[in-house]
C-alpha cells in the first residue's frame, strides 16, 4: 500500500488500521513440529514441540518445511536453558525461551507457545513489510483525521509490543540485520508510544467487541487497534463478570443470537451495542455446542477421555489424556483447542468472576461430551468424569495441545 502525498507535500493520512490488519492476515502461521519420539526430562510446561537436545543444524533441517515451523530444544552450550527455534524469512530465527508460570522471550508475557509465536510471527512480518509506513505513523500522526478523537486515547499510548530478543550467538550472525532490525523495532515502540497532547480526552464506555477473540484487537476504550495477540480488554467487563458461563442469559435472546448466526454468518452482529449482557453470548455458545449432532467430544473418542478421568497417576492421566485428543477429527480437536485456550484465559480471572477450571468443567463437561450409552444410569455416573476431563484440559492446555 503506497503513502500518497499532496503536491504540496503534506502527509495523507492513510486507514492505518485496515492496511495493519490485511498485513496480519498476510503474516505466516504457526506451525508446530513435533517430536515424534519421547524425550527425557521434558519440562512439563513443554508440548510435543520439545525436541530436546538437538543442535542448530538438526533444528534448522526440521524447520525447513515451511514459514511460521517453530520447535523448541534445550541448549547444548548451556543445558538447562531452551531456545524457541523459529523459520521466519527462509531462515531459522532462535530466541532464548523462558517462563515464570507464562511463556516469554521479551516483555509480553504468554499463556502458551503456539500465541508466542503467533505473535512473534505477526510482528516481524509487519516490522519487515511496513517500515515506512510505520516511520510515516512515527513522524505524522493520524488518529485526530481518522474519525477516532470520540474517544478515550490515554491508555492507547501506554501500549507496547514487546521486542523478541535473540539469543547471543544468533545477534553476532545477524551482523547488520540484526542492527535493521533494532531499528524497526524502535520505530514500532516510537508509533505506539508517542503521544500528542494536543489531543483532548474523551470519556466512553469500555467496550471490547467480543467477536474479536482471535485475530486483530481493537478495544474502543483503549483507542487502539494493535497488530499481533496485544491482551487488550482485559479492563472490560467481560472476563471479570461474575459467574461467566455459569450464570444464563435471557433464553429468548440467546435465541436470537442463534438466528442471527444462522442468518448472516460471521456478519451476525453480536457487538455489546446489541447484547449488553455478555451471558447472553456465552449462553448462546453453550446452546452451540449443546445442539451438535455429533458432540465436540466425539462418541468414539469418549471412552478413551472417561479412561483418562479415570487414573490416579498425574503422568499417566495425562498420557491417556494425550492418547484421547488423537482420537478427534482435525476440526474437532482444533476447535477444542481454542475453546480451552479461552476457557484458560477466563480462569486468570477467577477472583473477579469466581469460575475456577473446576466450576468451568462442571458446566462444559456434559456440554461437550455426551455418552454413547443408552443407559441412562450409565450416563448419569459418567457426569463427575465429564467435569474432570474439562477440567484437566483446562489446566493442562499449553501441555496437550
Not at 499417566?316 to 477444542?336: V, W
Request: with cysteine.
Amino acid at each position: 500500500m503506497a503513502l500518497t502525498l499532496f503536491d504540496t507535500d503534506e502527509y495523507r493520512p492513510p486507514v492505518w488500521k485496515s492496511y495493519l490488519y490485511q498485513l496480519q492476515q498476510e503474516a505466516p502461521h504457526p506451525r508446530r513440529i513435533t517430536c515424534t519420539c519421547e524425550v527425557e526430562n521434558r519440562p512439563k510446561y513443554y508440548g510435543r514441540e520439545f525436541h530436546g537436545m538437538i543442535s542448530r543444524e538438526a533444528a534448522d533441517q526440521l524447520l525447513s518445511v515451511a514459514e511460521g515451523s517453530y520447535l523448541i530444544r534445550e541448549s547444548q552450550r548451556q543445558p538447562g536453558t531452551y531456545t524457541l527455534a523459529l523459520r521466519f524469512g527462509s531462515q531459522t530465527r532462535n530466541f532464548r525461551l523462558y517462563y515464570d508460570g507464562k511463556h516469554f522471550v521479551g516483555e509480553k508475557r504468554f499463556e502458551s507457545i503456539h500465541d508466542l509465536v503467533t505473535d512473534g510471527l505477526i510482528t516481524l512480518y509487519i516490522e519487515t513489510k511496513a517500515a515506512e509506513y510505520i516511520a510515516k505513523m512515527t513522524i505524522n500522526p493520524i488518529y485526530e483525521h481518522i474519525g477516532y478523537t470520540t474517544l478515550n486515547r490515554e491508555p492507547a499510548y501506554k501500549k507496547h509490543m514487546a521486542v523478541l530478543k535473540e539469543t547471543h550467538d544468533e545477534r553476532e550472525a545477524a551482523g547488520q540485520d540484526g542492527v535493521s532490525e533494532k531499528r524497526l523495532t524502535s520505530l514500532v515502540r516510537r508509533a505506539t508510544l508517542k503521544e500528542n497532547e494536543q489531543i483532548p480526552k474523551y470519556e466512553k464506555v469500555h467496550n471490547f467487541k467480543v467477536h474479536t477473540f482471535r485475530g486483530p484487537h481493537w478495544c474502543e476504550y483503549c483507542a487502539n487497534f494493535m497488530w499481533g495477540l496485544i491482551a487488550q480488554g482485559v479492563k472490560c467487563a467481560g472476563l471479570n463478570s461474575e459467574g461467566l458461563y455459569r450464570v444464563s442469559g435471557f433464553s429468548d435472546l440467546i435465541e436470537d443470537v442463534k438466528m442471527a448466526f444462522d442468518r448472516d454468518g460471521e456478519k451476525a452482529d453480536i457487538s455489546v451495542n446489541m447484547y449488553e449482557d455478555i451471558n447472553i453470548i456465552t449462553g448462546a455458545l453453550k446452546l452451540y455446542f449443546r445442539d451438535l449432532p455429533i458432540p465436540l467430544i466425539t462418541y468414539d473418542a469418549y471412552p478413551k477421555f472417561i479412561e483418562s478421568a479415570k487414573i490416579m497417576d498425574p503422568d499417566e492421566q495425562l498420557e491417556t489424556l494425550h492418547e484421547a485428543l488423537k482420537l478427534l477429527p482435525p476440526a474437532h480437536c482444533e476447535t477444542l483447542r481454542y475453546l480451552m485456550a479461552h476457557l484458560k484465559r477466563v480462569t486468570l480471572h477467577e477472583k473477579e468472576n469466581l469460575m475456577s477450571a473446576e466450576n468451568l468443567g462442571i458446566v462444559f463437561g456434559p456440554t461437550l461430551m455426551r455418552s454413547p450409552e443408552l443407559d441412562a444410569m450409565a450416563a448419569l455416573n459418567d457426569i463427575r468424569y465429564q467435569r474432570l476431563v474439562v477440567e484437566l484440559l483446562i489446566k493442562n492446555e499449553d501441555i496437550l495441545f
